[in-house]
């Protein structure tokens, strides 16, 4: 059983950074690629970033590339989501997943509850 935690998430203002962080208690942790995604408010789950299990490889979505950068610590069992220069259309639930590839919502298999995030303009 894999379960995944979120925090970091909160009000920023257009401009501004915030840092997300996703704890997972696993035993495996680096057997896992890991990711984020969002969801907006009457919109589907997308994806935002995703790393593989050594962290050689990493994927983004067009929106984000260039501002957000997503990161992992396999010996503490953390993935992080830096995210610079954020925009009022960042605004979503964003949600940290484990699974078997970096970038396909279906490779993913875990999922935590998700930490709120507010661009103000």
């Known amino acids: 059983q894999v379960r995944l935690a979120e925090s970091g998430g909160g009000l920023v203002q257009v401009g501004g950074s915030l840092r997300l962080s996703c704890a997972a208690s696993?035993?495996?942790?680096?057997?896992?690629?890991m990711g984020w995604f969002r969801q907006a408010p009457g919109k589907e789950r997308e994806f935002v970033a995703g790393?593989?299990?050594?962290?050689?490889?990493?994927a983004y979505a067009d929106s984000v590339r260039g501002r957000f950068s997503i990161s992992r610590e396999n010996a503490k069992k953390m993935v992080y989501l830096q995210m610079n220069n954020l925009r009022p259309e960042d605004t979503a639930v964003y949600y940290c997943?484990?699974?078997?590839?970096?970038?396909?919502?279906?490779?993913?298999?875990?999922w935590g509850q998700g930490t709120q995030v507010t661009v103000s303009s």
């Open positions: 997943a484990a699974g078997s590839g970096v970038r396909l919502k279906r490779d993913y298999d875990y």
């Open positions: 696993v035993g495996s942790f680096n057997s896992y690629a």
């Open positions: 790393i593989s299990w050594s962290g050689g490889t990493t």
